[in-house]
């Protein structure tokens, strides 16, 4: 069983009253305050209707993280998933540098939060690995059941289809840039980390561009258990190089009419090391978009993306000469569009009617060193959908949102581990709907509730896997194991909560949500050594829970937050006694973050952070599953200005990751590498 940690939230409570306490004296900053409604508070948002809306008048729950805040993150692995560990309802597990992020979001896997770069659906494993961050004006995270407005992610990798049931993650790039401004980064690390960054902004009358680079090289650590199947003999090598460019364009004066486009290349290669277990990875992202406002109520806007992940790697024999077996690929090649019309109505009411479309192809392949390849898994997928939203507010201060969509997706399977299926095209329809209301009581207190289903295919890489059924346990065949008999699953998930603005800039928020899936599909860890996984429904899977978050900007210079969230997540599967009553992968009880900001007027910056999870299982078998308690990560980054006027600027920072070196294990034989560093320069010519 595990521990409970009943003692979290009176915690936060006593920072509460304390804070409060402190406070009390701002008398001129709460009069001037008190005078903003709820709906005017926060950022404007894009995410939840593709239209900008205030965040604190669309039904569901907007966090909205600044350039600031991203530059001042610690992600100790290079992965954009860290930089939305701090919010509440997320629980973030990667793996190492090298590979993706297994965690949770709202206690029901790692799935179930589809990711987006400017509302076009991009893969939550790869490429919060691959996206460069410097290229993200902000990022818009929306926790609980997304709206129909926005599409499930059809990967046919790593676990296959993604479904926004638990909320939606959407990366938000430059656009409008202010003024031209160059910047160069150079740090030196931990591990022999050696990393470069450059990026050039400007404008041109309409034209708006950016463009940019970043490389880093690393010895990097063995990230390995004691006797693990990596069984790394030397430093693994690391090397990733980024190269990225966007533009906008605005084709008429005041703005109303727009094209944009984005392209990046990442290169990731390296080793896990041993001499033959090298890897070489490529991805490629393009986005393009077209807005324009038709009349004074009606706007259309429209976005193409392609999406190439190619991945290689080798297999290889251990022993005193590790001996090469065979080189490995999986190709995938990713084409989402959409269009969509929205109809600004009556008062404050909004239509939204739009479709989308997406295209997938995957294929696996070997080639056990005799010169050609020979072709494991090879399919194709597509997916249409059409939908239909309305926002409308009968009364003032209350917003009530409803809509359907209707999904079309078809598979065609050509092989599976190198045979022709029996079942080679399969396809299934659905209609989804999702619904939520919210209402601005006074200028200090609003309710939202939100509800939504969701509908996920199995994917290919589920039902033919990596390596056979007949592999199971045989060292060497690291991978995953096949399922043909996998079938779709189907979720709900609600969710409802207040937000508070208390006494002295003081923001509160509270949170309760449950989901349940029918027929979820997850991957089980079958074998820590080899390394191997099963695709598998688990009957029906719940998971229920609560988040409370406060916030305070004290004053210009000071801020800090602190949340917790409780997780209480349940696999029902009564056909199978191992897998009943057995808690959902990877979601822990618990999970609390603190922060604080604070800057001073010599131009010196500190931003600290602590993380706690209460642990999580790696399987829904009892009799194989393990537990990992990753417990505390202490985060901090610094930076001071050594001098700047009005043509540059240049300061020096310092990234301190995991202070307290907590090498906590985690599933597949990985581990936590402990403490690092990366200290460097940042110039600016502005």
């Not at 190709?331 to 909004?350: E, R």
């Not at 600290?608 to 299982?617: D, E, I, P």
Request: a neutral charge; aromatic letters at 12%; glycine letters at 8%.
């Amino acid at each position: 069983m595990r521990k409970q940690t009943p003692h979290l939230f009176k915690c936060i409570w006593f920072l509460l009253l304390v804070s409060v306490r402190l406070t009390a004296q701002q008398d001129s900053t709460e009069e001037l305050y008190f005078k903003m409604s709820l709906t005017e508070l926060g950022n404007i948002v894009i995410t939840p209707s593709k239209q900008p809306q205030a965040a604190g008048s669309v039904t569901q729950k907007i966090d909205v993280i600044s350039s600031k805040q991203i530059e001042s993150t610690i992600a100790g692995n290079n992965n954009i998933c860290e930089v939305i560990g701090q919010l509440p309802g997320s629980s973030i597990s990667v793996l190492s540098r090298n590979d993706a992020n297994w965690g949770t979001y709202g206690g029901i896997g790692p799935k179930y939060s589809t990711y987006m770069l400017q509302g076009v659906p991009i893969d939550a494993f790869i490429d919060p690995m691959s996206l460069d961050l410097n290229a993200i004006d902000r990022i818009e995270v929306q926790r609980g059941p997304a709206s129909v407005v926005y599409p499930n992610y059809l990967s046919q990798d790593f676990v296959g289809n993604q479904s926004p049931l638990a909320g939606t993650v959407n990366l938000i790039l430059k656009e409008k840039i202010e003024k031209p401004v160059t910047v160069f980064k150079s740090s030196f690390g931990s591990h022999n980390t050696l990393n470069g960054q450059v990026l050039h902004q400007n404008l041109t009358n309409s034209i708006n561009y950016f463009v940019g680079s970043t490389y880093e090289i690393s010895d990097y650590t063995n990230y390995g258990t004691q006797a693990s199947w990596l069984n790394m003999k030397k430093n693994p090598e690391y090397k990733k190089t980024k190269l990225y460019a966007g533009i906008t364009l605005f084709m008429n004066e005041n703005e109303t009419q727009k094209f944009t486009l984005f392209t990046q290349k990442t290169w990731h290669a390296g080793d896990a090391g041993r001499v033959y277990q090298g890897f070489n990875h490529e991805y490629e992202t393009i986005n393009s978009g077209y807005d324009i406002l038709l009349t004074e109520r009606l706007s259309l806007q429209s976005h193409l993306g392609i999406r190439k992940y190619d991945r290689t790697w080798q297999n290889s024999s251990s022993g005193a000469i590790d001996t090469l077996k065979s080189n490995n690929g999986v190709n995938q090649l990713i084409v989402p569009f959409d269009i969509s019309f929205a109809l600004n109505h009556g008062d404050k009411n909004l239509l939204s009617i739009g479709a989308d479309y997406q295209s997938a192809r995957y294929f696996t392949w070997n080639d056990p060193l005799n010169g050609y390849r020979l072709y494991g898994n090879k399919s194709s997928a597509t997916q249409a959908g059409v939908y239909v939203q309305e926002e409308w507010l009968p009364v003032a201060n209350l917003t009530i949102r409803g809509g359907i969509r209707f999904y079309s997706i078809k598979n065609s399977i050509d092989l599976i581990n190198g045979s022709v299926p029996l079942k080679m095209k399969d396809s299934w329809s659905i209609t989804l709907w999702s619904i939520g209301t919210r209402y601005t009581l006074s200028r200090k207190i609003s309710l939202y509730a939100n509800g939504g289903s969701s509908f996920a295919a199995p994917a290919l890489k589920s039902i033919g896997g990596t390596i056979l059924i007949s592999d199971l346990g045989i060292l060497g065949r690291d991978g995953q194991l096949p399922n043909a008999s996998l079938q779709p699953e189907h979720g709900i998930s609600i969710d409802g909560g207040c937000d508070l603005v208390l006494q002295g800039n003081l923001n509160m928020g509270l949170r309760v949500f449950y989901t349940v899936i029918q027929d979820a599909i997850v991957d089980n860890v079958v074998s820590e050594n080899p390394s191997q996984t099963q695709s598998i429904n688990m009957g029906n899977s719940k998971a229920s829970g609560g988040e409370i978050e406060i916030s305070q900007k004290v004053n210009e210079r000071f801020s800090w937050f602190v949340n917790g969230t409780y997780m209480q997540t349940k696999v029902v599967n009564e056909l199978d006694l191992q897998q009943n009553n057995t808690d959902i992968p990877f979601s822990p009880n618990t999970v609390f973050n603190f922060g604080l900001n604070f800057e001073a007027a010599s131009g010196f910056f500190c931003s600290a952070t602590l993380n706690y999870n209460s642990g999580f299982y790696d399987a829904t078998y009892k009799i194989s599953r393990h537990f990992f308690k990753p417990g505390v990560v202490v985060n901090c980054y610094l930076s001071q200005s050594i001098v700047g006027n009005e043509t540059y600027a240049l300061e020096c920072f310092l990234q301190l990751y995991n202070i307290t070196n907590n090498t906590y294990e985690m599933p597949w034989q990985f581990k936590n590498t402990g403490f690092s560093w990366l200290g460097g320069l940042k110039v600016s010519f502005l």
